[in-house]
């Protein structure tokens, strides 16, 4: 069992990085220790340069957000936690890998989609090939779980796409006539619920560090009365909550603070609605307000108890890099000598 994800540096994480991904890097990392397997997780401060960035920002939201890992329960003595930046196996097999990848299935993908919009033209060379180097971060280490948040299926559909070309146009032959595949498939991981929060603002958009609102989102680093006040404004509308599923089909604002209801209560929202079913949001939000903060509260304390000591921030990223360079070369090695590149 090997569980690897990443997690962008860019903006501050939030709840739905926190219920999508970072939650189950964390059940998974005990999971795979207890197994005799590994986890890594990293910080994927390369894929921040395919949009614009400011420098000391990057650093600096690059130590903010190991601290927050940590304070989110990953365990630096259980978990292997890196950033990119140190593992530069990461964008040496994405050029190997650009050899397989396809101009088409790039094209595709939804994100370029989305953030390229109508002006393609103007955008980075990164933000195109960046599902490139993504399949190459969960490719490296032979992933076999890969928690993440239904945005990212795609992206991984693709790194299984090319481990397949790739193990299809290169596998070296076992004495016996079969091949001998280079990469394993990895499966992603995504929770059955809270696979997408969306915005508190606008119940069609997802929740995302890049929003230009801070109120369509709670942060991990927000106190009590900010998460509260957040919760209050959220976008709603005047009916009661319904008994039953079914009447949340049309009202994505309503489904959205039922959904992180449920995640953070460990339900479902059918048990949800169970119990506030007939109720206006003038209880609900409340009662979502205390849950929150009961459930965040501690993370927060933790993380502003762990984020100044960059000292220590950097040593476990220095660790874990040492760490992930090794579980990396021998794939790296393979996939030189199995497309014919001379290195002694
Ligand atoms: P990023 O930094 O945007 O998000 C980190 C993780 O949080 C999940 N997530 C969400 N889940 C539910 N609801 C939301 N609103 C929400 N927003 C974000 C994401 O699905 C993700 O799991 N490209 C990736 C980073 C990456 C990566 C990788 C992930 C780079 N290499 C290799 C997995 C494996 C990204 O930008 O995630």
């Not at 993908?109 to 180097?133: H, I």
């Not at 948040?149 to 481990?163: F, M, S, T, W, Y």
């Not at 069609?204 to 927000?222: E, F, Y």
Request: charge should be negative.
């Amino acid at each position: 069992m090997r569980v690897v994800s990443g997690i962008q540096p860019t903006g501050k994480p939030h709840l739905g990085n926190y219920l999508g991904a970072i939650r189950n890097y964390v059940a998974l990392q005990d999971d795979a220790h207890a197994k005799g397997g590994e986890c890594l997780i990293f910080i994927a401060d390369l894929h921040a340069l395919s949009m614009p960035h400011d420098p000391a920002e990057l650093r600096a939201s690059t130590l903010e957000l190991v601290a927050t890992l940590v304070a989110c329960g990953l365990d630096p003595d259980k978990a292997i936690l890196f950033n990119q930046a140190q593992v530069p196996l990461h964008p040496e097999l994405q050029w190997l890998l650009n050899g397989t990848a396809r101009m088409g299935w790039l094209n595709r993908m939804t994100q370029w989609k989305d953030k390229a919009g109508k002006n393609r033209e103007g955008q980075s060379v990164a933000l195109f090939t960046y599902p490139v180097l993504q399949a190459a971060d969960v490719l490296l280490y032979q992933a076999t779980h890969v928690p993440v948040g239904e945005d990212q299926k795609q992206h991984l559909e693709l790194a299984r796409d090319i481990a397949q070309k790739f193990n299809n146009d290169f596998a070296p032959k076992n004495p016996d006539g079969s091949d001998a595949p280079i990469f394993t498939l990895p499966d992603p991981i995504i929770p059955k619920e809270a696979a997408r929060i969306m915005s508190l603002r606008d119940g069609s958009a997802k929740m995302s560090k890049s929003d230009p609102s801070d109120m369509s989102r709670i942060n991990l680093s927000d106190d009590a009365d900010t998460m509260a006040q957040k919760i209050k404004k959220a976008k709603t509308d005047p009916e009661p909550l319904p008994s039953e599923e079914a009447g949340l089909a049309d009202r994505a604002e309503a489904k959205n603070l039922v959904g992180i209801y449920a995640a953070l209560a460990g339900q479902s929202q059918a048990e949800v609605l169970a119990q506030y079913g007939g109720q206006g949001f003038g209880s609900f939000k409340p009662a979502l307000a205390d849950l929150l903060v009961a459930k965040l509260g501690p993370i927060r304390d933790q993380f502003v108890a762990l984020k100044d000591d960059h000292e220590a921030l950097d040593a476990i990223l220095a660790r874990g890099a040492a760490k992930a360079r090794e579980r990396g070369a021998p794939t790296l090695a393979a996939v030189y000598s199995a497309l014919g590149l001379v290195r002694h």
